[in-house]
């Protein structure tokens, strides 16, 4: 695979292609040791040393980071009215062609994975892989025993949407948590609307063995580095 130069470096992040054109003229950019300015120079973005002011850069295809997504924001890539979860990340980021892993709802909180790794966000979604999705949500009126059998031998819903059989954990109070390997539309809240308790809040604690924790705050974002990739899947390679 080759690449141009200019298109290269910006998928680094290193400035905006505008920019990048400047800067590859101005000198400051070397490929193998020898400087190149041409920007549309075409390089081979694994195999080359590229250097911007003597400085190495590493080129990885696929990158993978975990937010802690803010109600009240859109899991699309753009909306012409409404704020995006990409509208969260700085400009270098913005241009790495992320995109979110599934969706969460606009008054929904949490973990959102972005990537732009499409093989990677179909295994996550896919109820095929088995990969847990784990919610904490805040309901009207107390979940109980028979809700934790229903949901175990697999709801159908009001429109006759049958569901995969899904975890729920009851704590005696209107918070319960919910763990499911699909992601159907509004389906927590669905699921848990068809029991008679409707969800005030919802909340993505974990995907597979990743958890959020409390460390990222509302719309704080991480890159993901493979050990945490494995415990979303398993058998993580990256770009496969
Ligand atoms: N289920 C829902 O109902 N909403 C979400 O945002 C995620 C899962």
């Known amino acids: 695979m080759s690449m141009r130069l200019d298109r290269l470096l910006s998928e680094l992040g290193a400035a905006s292609r505008s920019e990048l054109r400047q800067i590859i003229r101005r000198g400051r950019v070397s490929v193998d040791g020898a400087v190149v300015t041409e920007p549309e120079r075409r390089v081979d973005p694994e195999g080359s040393e590229i250097r911007l002011d003597g400085e190495l850069l590493t080129y990885r295809r696929f990158r993978y980071f975990m937010m802690d997504k803010p109600a009240g924001v859109l899991s699309v890539t753009e909306d012409r009215k409404q704020k995006t979860v990409l509208d969260l990340l700085p400009p270098e980021l913005k241009r790495l062609g992320l995109f979110p892993v599934g969706r969460l709802d606009k008054d929904t909180s949490g973990l959102l994975i972005l990537t732009n790794d499409g093989d990677f966000a179909h295994r996550v979604i896919s109820p095929k892989s088995g990969v847990e999705k784990r919610y904490q949500a805040e309901v009207e009126g107390v979940p109980d025993e028979a809700d934790v059998k229903a949901f175990a031998e697999g709801l159908t819903l009001g429109d006759g949407t049958k569901c995969l059989p899904a975890r729920l954990e009851i704590t005696g109070t209107n918070i319960c948590y919910v763990t499911v390997m699909e ?39 991480r890159e993901l580095e493979k050990n945490d990739l494995c415990k979303v899947l398993r058998d993580f390679t990256i770009g496969k």
């Open 183 to 221: 992601g159907k539309y509004h389906q927590v809240k669905r699921m848990l609307a068809s029991r008679g308790k409707p969800v005030v809040s919802l909340r993505r604690l974990s995907v597979g063995a990743l958890e959020l924790g409390e460390a990222l705050g509302p719309g704080g974002f």
